[in-house]
């Protein structure tokens, strides 16, 4: 049990009707999960208001009230809070609550639009190899050190985040590396969080559905840094334009990374092949598993955050080379008849690119080329024909077929693709709009030694239509499919 005079620490109170010196069981933001003495969190989301359930709360135990509006009628046996945000409160009311498990533990928090998941997971992956008990908070799992839970957004609420920490906390884990989104900023879900560093990958288009222009999407990412402390690092990617300005106003300790310019962790990329990557960073060569030159920048990343959490240049080393590639991450397999088949998440026009120019970089220009790709429904409607023209642009054959289509008209969002093909490569592409059909079709028109990119769904094991999660695995599917034709 808490005491609701506790909890409240940092929240920015505007009101408060009742008393605050009673304890409660525990804290919820979904109306339907309360019980007797919890605190109810009422939050204006984007689809619903949670002050519109504030009486099913009540009915259902809720002894406490957070909001920003209150009710026209205030009950006696109520504690009703008003607050300036409610998302900013929830985010200290949960920390509170759960004793602050951030302090507990260092936590790097990776910011971006490409390559958060990929340097997260590795670093988990690097500091478990260096022998210390981990926390992971990524897009696809969340590991408390050996034990693995199911992921459901890229940064999830203060609720789920403070609770998974302690957790974390309690098993005697030291680090934990963390994606932290831009929703996850603007809503405010990390405001409570201490952090003992932070990573900035680069910043493309993306997410123009929720925020209004990439002017406030680069701002929103770069309030993250504003706000770390003087006792953090700042790493930053100077190779992207948005770099600097991400360490404009921060206090943190700052450290650069570029393949391109003048940086404190430099690397020159001197093999690239399907075998792998053989960097020099600073003045070391080192061999590594992975592929492209997208993830020399997470490599040069990792050695930099595995440097400042006290890691030696030489052991930083070792452990790189050691690494595994990430579930859905340029993950490909090679079939008995030497088709090559890639599976990755690029689901933005820079990240389709980088992984399009990674196989140009590899490939022998005597096989073909062929690339899959859909955009999801319910997002950024801008993204779709500058994605389509890349993949037109820079494969030899492109399918356009279904993503996670949601609640849209799969149809529709193909032709919005379909849109943006330059009309020089509108003979390269097809369209197919059931995805497994669009993997069989690009398995059928390969030969021996041709290469398929399945783009855009990546780790994802489902495909949504219409709210339902349907079982789908490209890489599963492809593999099956492969084989059947090899048959």
Request: hydrophobic share 40%; net charge negative; glycine share 6%.
């Amino acid at each position: 049990m808490s005491i609701l005079k506790d909890i409240l620490y940092k929240v920015t109170i505007e009101a408060v009707h009742g008393s605050t010196d009673l304890a409660i069981n525990k804290i919820e933001f979904d109306s339907r999960k309360v019980s007797n003495n919890d605190v109810f969190v009422a939050i204006k989301g984007s689809l619903s208001d949670g002050h519109q359930f504030i009486d099913k709360a009540i009915s259902l135990g809720a002894s406490v009230v957070v909001c920003e509006d209150l009710p026209a009628t205030l009950l006696e046996n109520i504690t009703y809070v008003k607050v300036q945000n409610s998302n900013q409160a929830l985010s200290y009311l949960a920390a509170n609550y759960y004793n602050n498990p951030s302090q507990k533990l260092k936590l790097i928090g990776i910011t971006g639009t490409n390559g958060k998941t990929t340097i997260a997971s590795l670093l988990f992956q690097m500091f478990k190899k260096a022998g210390y008990k981990v926390g992971l908070l990524s897009t696809v799992k969340i590991m408390v050190d050996e034990t693995e839970y199911k992921a459901t957004h890229t940064t999830p609420d203060s609720l789920t985040i403070n609770q998974y920490l302690d957790e974390m906390v309690e098993v005697g884990c030291e680090f934990c590396f963390m994606e932290v989104s831009s929703h996850g900023i603007h809503q405010k879900r990390i405001e409570s969080l201490h952090f003992e560093g932070g990573v900035f990958t680069n910043l493309s288009h993306d997410h123009l559905d929720y925020h209004d222009t990439f002017a406030e999407y680069r701002d929103v990412k770069k309030s993250f840094f504003d706000n770390l402390p003087k006792s953090a690092f700042a790493i930053t990617n100077v190779d992207d334009k948005n770099g600097v300005v991400m360490l404009q106003n921060t206090v943190a300790r700052k450290r650069t990374y570029a393949l391109k310019t003048y940086a404190d962790f430099k690397a020159q990329v001197l093999e690239n092949q399907l075998s792998g990557l053989v960097l020099k960073i600073n003045n070391d060569e080192v061999w590594t598993k992975l592929i492209g030159s997208f993830n020399a920048y997470n490599l040069l990343a990792i050695y930099g955050v595995a440097l400042e959490l006290g890691i030696e240049s030489n052991e930083a080393l070792r452990l790189l080379s050691e690494l595994e590639s990430v579930s859905g991450r340029f993950q490909f397999i090679i079939s008995d008849s030497k088709i090559t088949a890639i599976v990755d998440y690029a689901h933005t026009p820079d990240a389709l690119e980088n992984v399009l120019k990674t196989i140009e970089d590899i490939r022998t220009k005597n096989e073909q080329l062929i690339t899959i790709v859909g955009c999801g429904g319910d997002r950024d409607k801008t993204k779709r024909p500058i994605m389509a023209n890349i993949a037109a642009s820079l494969s030899d054959k492109a399918i356009f077929t279904a993503d996670n289509p949601r609640t849209e008209n799969p149809q529709t969002i193909i032709e919005e693709m379909e849109a943006g093909v330059e009309g020089q490569n509108f003979k390269k592409t097809i369209s197919i709009l059931d995805r497994k059909q669009a993997i069989k079709t690009a398995c059928q028109m390969a030969n021996p030694g041709d290469i398929i990119l399945i783009a855009g769904k990546g780790h994802e094991t489902y495909q949504e239509i219409n709210g339902v999660r349907h079982d789908f695995d490209d890489m599963q599917i492809v593999q099956e499919l492969l084989k059947q034709l090899e048959k």
